[in-house]
């Protein structure tokens, strides 16, 4: 029989390796605990607990009896009663999922007070005034959070005693005030509700304990679990934890303290501290927090203690850990730890210097980075030449440049960016309410708060930009402005810059500049690291991690480039060779003209005279990515898209005829052409080799091109390693009749130009290390598997009729050429996936009207967790790509197959693909960093599929 499941877990009985069970703070706490630091004891409530309220409605009938258990657990080691009229003991109740979604859930503080208790933690404080600041406190966040009172009453009520009082603070209140606003609290909540607040406080614990339950489920929470791609499904853990106070006096205060600065990474602790406040006044930002250093002087054996801890905690989880900590009345309690979320910049530091100093190896140091992350450092930054006087200075808590229009609230940032306008964020502070917007905008300035304020806490986490605590700055939302001084007025729409790294804000567009780590990149060969130059931690730290990505990887990483200067880029970032060259393009500009009469051509001659002008243009073009590339391979695409798309727009042909006295002959020759090119659905329509086989001499062309741009690079003394791929294959004999075509021309320009079909040595050039060298040669006899299937004998003597051997692949993508990828195999020198347009083909949408029309309503609705052509969907077009490697595999295990669609780029496919087998991805130049520092954490995740052994 199976144990029954136990709902509620004792501090001293729980461990961080129970954190799905006790979420993310409640094994935070029982691992301190563990540890012997300061913890205020208490209980977490499971999210086991909470996912059976979810799914019922109703908590569990253990759950009562065994909180009950534990609380007269924690009443008997206090020697007090929960809500005791003399002197009660006070719980606080927090939420706590596995993964930190700071803000977005609900906290509750002094649980247990009533108007008897009041009077008891009045007499045992000393305080009175401390007593009923805690009631109020308690009634307005039980009345809002439990039972649903709107939040804003509260406030105006605060409002209207500080104006009666003329204070600029609730701080300011004494004790018969707060009396006063606790009897109105309960008033408000008598006359919103029909009930009353709640005296017993076993009947306060059980409905915080359901409040935090159901917030799980709050507008807010979904959207941060929506954009993190948090499970919806997980439940948060709820933590009961005896109360102790950072608003006695001046010898009491809350913190947020790091081991290592967040923002940049730099060793040394950081943080802010509150003096006689609790802690949800630091995260509000409601009161602007002193550094941490100061408690150095206002409380030094503190100060030391707390060092001495967060040394513990570091070494404890080798890693940056962030800690809530209390002062009462000089002693230090340790609230929370976890492991601190941290920036980009952060991230790749932290790793490196805790792998430097021996506290992690080089495989768990590239784990802690991610390459959405590097790609995120590679973005521009304000150009530090700049001579700009800031606006205003804050706190930089989130680094990175950005512009944009200023708006003031959440949903005008939502709306405006949703039209396609950078927006910046402008508010005194934020709340979890503002998140919507905060993912909107570029950048999210206040006027208030420190660096572990909800605004900061929360960009950072998403890495967005973030200045917070600019005091220059006037915040008047309802007048639609901001101002600075008595001079500077700026109202919504005006363009700001914000500088996160320096915490700066400028008026208007400041000039962007590569960012260090790009130009690091870019000139570096990713194994030297430039010591001592700003920002030269940084990027010695991604360099360092690069290298070691390089050294484990199995996939090898390509680009997508289609010109020669995107290919010298591309080499730099570490391209291992070009495998996907598009070669659509280069029928745009002024070659138009000749596409068109090509088009047009009424006979071959014509035709031939439109080709044969084309192709010394193209012959440029590949012989100068060739050269770009040399010694890499170069995978070049023919022709793909319809060829209607060179032509005019019909619409426009059609009034510009029907509108001409006298109609240019030339334009309704057009016209009458692009009519009878039209197709209703051009994506699923005459393109890729359907038009290399409808129209006589385009392929021929291109391929002519290709070979005479090898021959002159060869003759040059370059090693050209040119491939041909075919696209949108959807059935073997396509392939085949292409593929004749093109070793047809192949060898033409072979015996005119007395090539031998020599290929250079593949050795030395580092790029070709997982390409079979006899792929498409004479060389095929010596494949292991040429014996026993037979099918090789057909490409080998195919691919050996030629006397220019340039390997010849196809594309995979559409769902039949996956599923009879074993046929095709017999045709094919390598397989390229198209996740575009299998994407495409397999969801049967058109991603272009998909994306325009139902795509924002399917990932609202969690139908798509993420879309599909942004990262893979293993489930559906993955399979399809397993498939067609195993199938194509069991015939030619030396096949060579790679991915060329946008997911090559994209690190949770890179992942997939790295376990589906693939020999390479290739991507925009851009992402190229990125995605050899995933192929690189993607080999340290566990053997390939058993594929990749070949
Ligand atoms: C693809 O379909 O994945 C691909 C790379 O081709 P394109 O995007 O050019 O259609
Ligand atoms: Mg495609």
Redesign the pocket.
Known sequence: MSAPIKYVYEFAEGGREMADLLGGKGAGLAEMTRLGLPVPPGFTVTTEACRAYLETGQEPPELGVEAARALAGLERAMGRGLGAPDDPLLVSVRSGARFSMPGMMETILDIGLNDQSVQGLAKASGQERFAWDSYRRLVQMFGHTVMGVDGDLFEEAIAAHRTARAVADEHDFDADELMALTEEFKRIIRRETGADFPQDPAEQLARAVRAVFDSWNTGRARVYRHREHIPEDLGTAVNVQVMVYGNLGDDSGTGVAFTRDPATGAPGRYGDYLPDAQGEDVVAGVRDALPLSELKTLDPRAYVELGDHLRTLENHYRDLCDVEFTVERGRLWILQTRVGKRTAEAAFRIAHDLRDAGTIDADEALRRVGGAELTRLMFPRFDTASDDVPLAHGVPASPGAAVGAVVFDSATAVRRAADGEAVVLVRRETTPDDLPGMIAAQAVLTSRGGKTSHAAVVARGMGKVCVCGAEALTVEPQERRFTVGADVVVREGDILSVDGTAGTVHLGALPLTASDVAAALETGTGQDVPAGTAGGELTGAVLGALAHADSVRRLEVRA?ADTPEDAVRARALGAQGIG?C?TEHMFLGERRALVEAMILARDDGAREAALAALLPLQRADFTGILRAMDGLPVTI?LI?PPLHEFLPDRMDLAVRVACAEHPDPRDRELLAAVERMHEQNPMLGLRGVRLGLAVPGLMAMQVRAIAEAVVERRGAGGDPRAEIMI?LVGTVEELRQARAEAERVLAEVAAETGVDGERPSAAGTGGDGGRPSGAGTGADGERPSAAETGVDAERSSAAGATALDLPIGT?I?LPRAALTAGRIAEAADFF?????????TTWGLSRDDAEASFFPLYLERGIFPVSPFESIDEEGVGRLVELAVQAAHAVAPDLETGV???HGGDPASIHFFHRAGLDYVSCSPFRIPAARLEAGRAALEGPAAADSSK
Do not use: K
């Open positions: 997508n996907l598009r695409r793909d696209p594309m993508e390229s996936f198209g996740t575009n347009d299998l994407t495409q060329c669609g946008e």
